[in-house]
């Protein structure tokens, strides 16, 4: 789309257009890819507290270029359809309960992108994607940034996850999100690859089925087995356990498209905690 064909789409329509070179910086020459990440978020404190998860998300950020902006793929936005953040300052989400209220008031005060919203929305073509302006920033997202980008100076947007939809078509997606990273922007899939609320335990032992899924998948991302870590629930009853439902897991899928086939994984925080959610997480490029 060049310059002339993006003032008429958008003239009258949901962005608010102010002067040719805020286009321009957006439809900017390619950059330096970037690179793709997915965190295990775990628990929301994360966002406040100093621990081995938030340090290795810390030293995580210390090793990555500036991005021109931050596209996350949380567990925590499921809907009906693909949707994208589009509002010029997304608002802080607490969506969750019985946690301190020093992380109720905790804000992550992030500018979104309109208009990397909408060029998001142009480079899928295996659906519609909706241009939203009822959501903002959820936990999935924000308690990982606080750490990575306390300043909250980098555009932050969302994707949402479609819950009609099959693991592959979320995998499939992520490849079409591929060109956002020559365009400046982190993608960061926000979940865990084993996350059973219902079975943590807190006396620091550890289910059989926990370690053992999290492995499979590691060495599945460590052949290049895609299709391996889409069709998890081919392991069985291991993986009835450690996704009891796939929210947590589907943004790992879209980290997976989104990388090169010669791109080596690189993880980190690879523990599991309270039995039964793992907090691995990886980079690629």
Do not use: C
Request: charged residues 25%.
């Amino acid at each position: 789309m060049d310059r002339r064909d993006f003032l008429q789409a958008v003239g009258g329509g949901v962005l608010a257009v102010t002067s040719l070179p805020e286009i321009s910086n957006v439809f900017a020459a390619k950059t330096e890819r970037m690179p793709v990440l997915f965190i295990g978020h775990g628990s929301p404190m994360n966002a406040i507290e100093d621990n081995r998860y938030s340090q290795g998300w810390r030293e995580a950020a210390k090793k990555l270029p500036k991005p021109k902006a931050i596209l996350s793929v949380s567990a925590h936005w499921e809907t009906e359809g693909t949707h994208v953040t589009a509002m010029e300052k997304p608002k802080t989400i607490h969506d969750f309960g019985g946690f301190p209220k020093a992380l109720f008031d905790a804000q992550y005060p992030a500018p979104g992108s309109p208009e990397f919203a909408k060029q998001t929305a142009d480079v899928v073509d295996l659906t519609k994607v909706g241009l939203s302006q009822d959501w903002g920033l959820d936990h999935g997202t924000w308690s990982v940034l606080m750490q990575m980008y306390p300043k909250a100076d980098i555009p932050v947007y969302q994707i949402s996850l479609d819950a009609t939809k099959a693991p592959e078509y979320h995998y499939n997606l992520g490849k079409e999100l591929r060109a956002l990273r020559d365009r400046g922007v982190l993608i960061i899939g926000s979940g865990n690859i084993v996350h059973n609320l219902r079975m943590m335990r807190f006396d620091g032992k550890m289910y059989d089925w926990a370690p053992e899924f999290d492995e499979k998948i590691k060495t599945f991302i460590e052949k290049g087995d895609d299709m391996g870590s889409v069709h998890y629930e081919k392991l069985g009853s291991v993986a009835n356990y450690a996704v009891p439902t796939n929210e947590h897991y589907l943004p790992l899928l879209y980290v997976l498209g989104a990388k090169d086939a010669k791109e080596k994984p690189k993880f980190f925080n690879d523990v599991l905690d309270m039995g039964s959610i793992s907090m691995r997480s990886v980079r690629f490029g």
